[in-house]
């Protein structure tokens, strides 16, 4: 980044709008020059003249010429975003942070856990996986969501379950008649899942509460805190360990993180809210 | 010794005089006990404080204004001299740097402020009620981060030079106007008045804890004096923006791609909230405490500056009278 403006963002289309749940739609960017990044970074998406906000992108880090990111309808910048209909220009700046720790994943047992709209990292995390399967002995990903309309990446849900080394099990707090699979919160999947916790490591992306619960019970299994990695969401501003707004202890999650071991943060005030 | 020059006030004011033609000039101007820097003309040359702590704004704010376009940084026309700088702001310029600069991520519109600053330090000779810099470790006469020191003593201007950027305007001066050594006596003078301030703030301030000592404590207080003193605290942030160390702030957008950092404050209510609602500084009680666990708990254990120059500003500007010393000091004593 050296000898460029950390601010300026670069220029990327929107390619397409994919409605993904009521409340979720994916974007995909092609930006004007190639755009590297590893997965479980972020990026910051700008809409010109309204605002900001981090995104981690959910596509496979391993393409450069487009990327995606999926975003949830939360406030200002998200609702502008959800207004977009393609064709529109947006600044992205990036990518940012500490990902996941692909090294540490070679030769396990990859246990992943996600909730809502933190399946967004997670696919790209996923897309990497599946792309290096021969350096993994299995994933298992466990997914949690409201309800089965906000389950989100349908089709990539049974691509998944059509590859030997990768397991998938869901799970809604709220099911309907259609729903076939578990009811309950995210960490009822973890009683099910069969997984060697020695060979293994669990990386957590998701609600805060999700989050802690699933932390909780990780613990409860039998992993130690070193093998957990979390993705942690806080307010951010400038993305450059700079602002200040991301401070979690002395850590600056934007730089620092997003992605911390457990054990690098348990201590830390407030890391659940 | 080589690098002291003197000169007569009045010569002094003449060259200041002529250095307006290549340079803004910003300096303290005093109404009543306070001062603030501010832009020098040729009307106001004479009227320049010196040897008096200290502005009432930080240094910071001439590399961190309070809003400023961080896209478009463009040169600006003229470099600028700032004089009058105490010690505790010049130290306290570290943690910037530290920041702004860092190894990873440099600062555009920070760097360009910061290189187009001379930097003209000044040796404390009187103190104001809460100054308690040596109680952190720094001394109330400039050691870094300066280009000149300056010392008014008598009718006697006395610089020092610290930096080649402090060399060239020495040069500069003395093409305008004949500069001389000082003697042996007149140093020992400027260095006796700096022994005697430097004892006279360890007089005032032994009893407060040193920067580590209040970082255990800060660490390992429960939550009873935070709420406890935070009972007049009405969130405005006067005690971040005001002080030299602070350096948080808000981009918004700009039509065109472009943002406009203004500074902010943990203080704030929402400083931390997120899109989902959660928010770890919801209560006014833990926004109070987390000015101080980053001060003298979080910034220790990351960077290698001080957060805190002990300039006592925040003292100062506080409407609920909030004195964190006598937080310390209370903290200190239980
Ligand atoms: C590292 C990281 C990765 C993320 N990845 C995704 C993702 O892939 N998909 C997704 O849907 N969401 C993601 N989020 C959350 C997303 O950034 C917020 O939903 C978004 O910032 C909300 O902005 P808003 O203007 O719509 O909301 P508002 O509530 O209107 O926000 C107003 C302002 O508050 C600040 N703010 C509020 N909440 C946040 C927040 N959580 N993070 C940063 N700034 C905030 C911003 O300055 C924002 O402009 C991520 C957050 C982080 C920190
Ligand atoms: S005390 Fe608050 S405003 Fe000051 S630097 Fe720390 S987080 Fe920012
Ligand atoms: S915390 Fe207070 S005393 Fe310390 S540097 Fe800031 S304003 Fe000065
Ligand atoms: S200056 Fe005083 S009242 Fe204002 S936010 Fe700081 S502690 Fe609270
Ligand atoms: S977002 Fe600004 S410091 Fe992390």
């Known amino acids: 980044m050296k000898g460029n403006n950390i601010y300026k963002p670069v220029k990327a289309k929107v390619r397409e709008v994919i409605d993904e749940s009521p409340t979720i739609k994916s974007f995909v960017l092609e930006p004007e020059r190639k755009f590297y990044f590893k997965t479980g970074q972020f990026i910051e998406v700008a809409l010109d003249g309204i605002g900001e906000a981090p995104f981690t992108p959910s596509s496979s880090p391993l393409i450069a010429e487009q990327l995606e990111v999926t975003v949830m309808k939360t406030g200002h910048v998200t609702e502008k975003m959800h207004q977009m209909q393609g064709g529109e220009t947006v600044g992205i700046r990036g990518p940012f942070g500490r990902g996941y720790p692909l090294e540490k994943l070679y030769g396990k047992e990859v246990l992943i856990i996600g909730g809502g709209c933190g399946f967004a990292p997670l696919r790209s995390l996923l897309y990497n996986l599946e792309a290096e399967k021969e350096k993994i002995k299995k994933v298992t990903f466990c997914y949690g969501s409201k309800n089965p309309k906000e389950c989100i990446y349908e089709p990539y849900i049974q691509k998944l379950r059509n590859i030997n080394e990768f397991e998938v099990m869901r799970t809604v707090d709220d099911a309907d008649e259609t729903w076939t699979e578990e009811v309950g919160v995210a960490t009822v999947l973890l009683d099910k899942v069969d997984v060697n916790i020695n060979e293994s490591v669990a990386v957590v992306v998701g609600p805060p509460i999700m989050m802690k619960f699933s932390v909780q019970k990780l613990e409860e299994m039998g992993y130690p805190d070193k093998k957990i990695y979390l993705s942690m969401e806080k307010n951010m501003s400038c993305a450059v360990g700079k602002c200040g707004h991301c401070m979690m202890g002395e850590y600056f999650v934007c730089k620092d993180g997003p992605v911390f071991r457990y054990d690098e943060i348990k201590d830390k005030p407030d890391i659940w809210k | 010794m080589d690098t002291y020059r003197s000169l007569s006030k009045q010569e002094w004011e003449k060259a200041l005089t002529q250095l307006l033609n290549h340079y803004h000039i910003y300096a303290p101007l005093a109404w009543g006990e306070n001062q603030d820097y501010e832009r020098i003309d040729e009307d106001s040359v004479a009227d320049i404080i010196y040897n008096r702590p200290k502005p009432a704004s930080p240094l910071k704010t001439f590399f961190l204004p309070v809003k400023e376009n961080v896209i478009n940084t463009e040169k600006s026309d003229k470099k600028r001299i700032i004089l009058g700088i105490p010690s505790c702001?010049?130290?306290?310029?570290?943690?910037?740097?530290?920041?702004?600069?860092?190894?990873?991520?440099?600062?555009?519109?920070?760097?360009?402020?910061?290189?187009?600053?001379?930097?003209?330090?000044?040796?404390?000779?009187?103190?104001?009620?809460?100054?308690?810099?040596?109680?952190?470790?720094?001394?109330?006469?400039?050691?870094?981060?300066?280009?000149?020191?300056?010392?008014?003593?008598?009718?006697?201007?006395?610089?020092?030079?610290?930096?080649?950027?402090?060399?060239?305007?020495?040069?500069?001066?003395?093409?305008?106007?004949?500069?001389?050594?000082?003697?042996?006596?007149?140093?020992?003078?400027?260095?006796?008045?700096?022994?005697?301030?430097?004892?006279?703030?360890?007089?005032?301030?032994?009893?407060?804890?040193?920067?580590?000592?209040?970082?255990?404590?800060?660490?390992?207080?429960?939550?009873?004096?935070?709420?406890?003193?935070?009972?007049?605290?009405?969130?405005?942030?006067?005690?971040?923006?005001?002080?030299?160390?602070?350096?948080?702030?808000?981009?918004?957008?700009?039509?065109?791609?472009?943002?406009?950092r203004h500074l902010d404050a943990c203080q704030y209510p929402g400083f931390e909230k997120v899109a989902a609602g959660e928010d770890p500084l919801k209560e006014l009680y833990k926004r109070f405490r987390n000015r101080y666990m980053c001060k003298y708990v979080w910034k220790p254990e990351k960077f290698e500056s001080t957060a805190c120059t002990g300039c006592g500003r925040c003292i100062e500007a506080c409407i609920g009278n909030i004195s964190k010393n006598e937080l310390f000091m209370e903290l200190y004593n239980k």
């Open chain 2, 89 to 260: 702001d010049l130290s306290g310029a570290n943690i910037l740097d530290e920041i702004y600069l860092d190894d990873v991520f440099v600062d555009p519109a920070y760097k360009k402020n910061r290189d187009e600053s001379i930097l003209i330090g000044s040796d404390c000779h009187t103190l104001q009620e809460h100054c308690h810099c040596t109680t952190y470790g720094i001394r109330p006469y400039p050691e870094e981060n300066h280009d000149l020191t300056l010392s008014l003593v008598e009718d006697t201007i006395f610089m020092h030079i610290n930096s080649d950027k402090g060399e060239q305007l020495v040069r500069e001066i003395g093409n305008i106007t004949q500069l001389s050594e000082p003697t042996e006596n007149e140093i020992q003078e400027i260095l006796d008045k700096r022994k005697a301030v430097e004892e006279e703030l360890n007089r005032r301030n032994r009893d407060l804890p040193n920067y580590n000592a209040t970082g255990d404590l800060i660490n390992s207080s429960g939550d009873e004096i935070w709420k406890k003193y935070s009972e007049t605290c009405v969130s405005c942030g006067a005690c971040a923006t005001i002080c030299p160390t602070c350096t948080c702030f808000l981009l918004l957008e700009r039509p065109g791609f472009e943002k406009v």
